[in-house]
């Protein structure tokens, strides 16, 4: 396995502090029978592509297509989405780099944008410093009528059709879209008057659970990165599950009954995700969406936070150690011992930073990550550890499936419905009632 799970820093013998004692937790995953049963028969007759995505390999030619279409004379790619039609490929784009800090590994390949928030200063900079003339377009929405997203697109054709360049629309834009009657679907309605290519959405995969589809694995190859390993490491996550392991040896099940009966019996409200890799940083927003829009329904569920080592320890720890105990962590170690820059010995006799001398970037950041995982434990703060030796495709792709099946098994043990989202559709109608107003 491209990683490792250790749960010992939530359990107690007496379920001293915040954690729980092994016997309830050993009842939580017990109890999780149920949903790995649901799982395989979902996967068995397709009733959940999602599980089905780690074995596809039918599109990936048709992906690598539209990857090329969109690279093809791009100085920059601007990829529009929001929520799960965005934050799964950012998170593949920053595996590959994108948004890390240095300038870069190459200067003349493409610049990317995800445009995932709606801000009209923005939205205006972008069109006025763009030029559109090397400029591509992804569009991505699920239903086609996210409203930032179809504003976004909209705006683009006209910024096209004001450089005389609207002629040539499917030259600038791809849409990824569920297929349906135009007239219900603002992107594919756009697209048919523009004559811009569309790619379809499977209709059965939620926005949040998309990243193994075409939603991510389309970016992913513009990235450089291999789908195949992506998809890969995912279905290594699924294996146990659809081969009838036993709770104990499914890493999600297992993670999803700590963290439930932490809820139930220690008063655990909150669930932080803290990665010590800067490559990782993303990955922690795709999680909190992905946990909060499944599971914060009927009055369940409990608060995703996103955190990221070695900075937040001095932005957040002091209140995981010294505010409530109302937290479980994750806490995600990789394998950096020995990486990087290293300090000379000469500076051993230095009276402030000879204790780093001969030490590397990794020897600190690999110390730094132990130590706040055991100092959260010593202060009874229940923390479990996932370590990764190597950070890359196949990881990615089995942490994130990962997470996907926590979620789902999580949804089942609180009783809700893990795939819809009915307070968010509520606030989209609200909305649309005040923009008729205006």
Known sequence: MFFSQDISGCLSEDGGGAKVPRLQFEAALEATAPALGWIRDAHEDG??????????????AACRDAA??????????????????????????????????????????????????????TMEHLLRDLDLKTARFFVVSKSGNTPETVIQMICVLEALKVAGLDWNAEHH????????EPEKNSVRRLSG??????????PKVGGRFAVLSNVGIVPAIMFGLDPVAIRTGAGAQLAPILSGESPDLCDAAVGAAVQYALHEHAGISACVLMPYSDRLALFTKWYVQ???????????????????GPVDQHSQLQLYLGGPADKVFTIVTTGV????????????????????????IGDLVDCQQRATAETLVRAGRPARTTHIDALDERTIGGLMM???????????LLGVDPFDQPAVEQGKILTRDYLSTM
Not at 51 to 59: G, T, V, Y
Not at 173 to 180: I, K, V
Not at 193 to 202: F, K
Request: no cysteine; proline share 7%.
């Open 47 to 60: 009733s959940l592509p999602l599980l089905r995505l780690p074995e596809k390999r039918d599109d990936i």
């Open 68 to 121: 090329d279409a969109l690279l093809r004379g791009a100085r920059d790619i601007v990829i529009f989405g929001t929520g799960g039609s965005s934050l799964g490929a950012q998170t593949l784009a920053q595996l590959a780099g994108w948004r890390i800090g240095g300038p870069g590994h190459d200067r003349n390949a493409p610049r990317f944008h995800f445009f995932d928030n709606l801000d009209p200063q």
């Open 173 to 180: 834009f791809l849409a990824l879209s569920e297929p349906g």
């Open 193 to 202: 008057l523009h004559g811009i290519p569309v790619m379809d959405h499977d």
């Open 290 to 308: 992905l946990w909060a829009e499944s599971l914060g329904k009927d009055g369940r569920g409990f608060t995703a936070v996103a955190a990221n």
């Open 337 to 360: 011992a020995g990486a990087g820059p290293r300090v000379p010995g000469a500076y051993a006799k230095d009276p402030l930073a000879g204790y780093l001398a001969g030490k590397s």
């Open 402 to 412: 990962h997470f996907m099946l926590e979620t789902i098994i999580m949804a089942h």
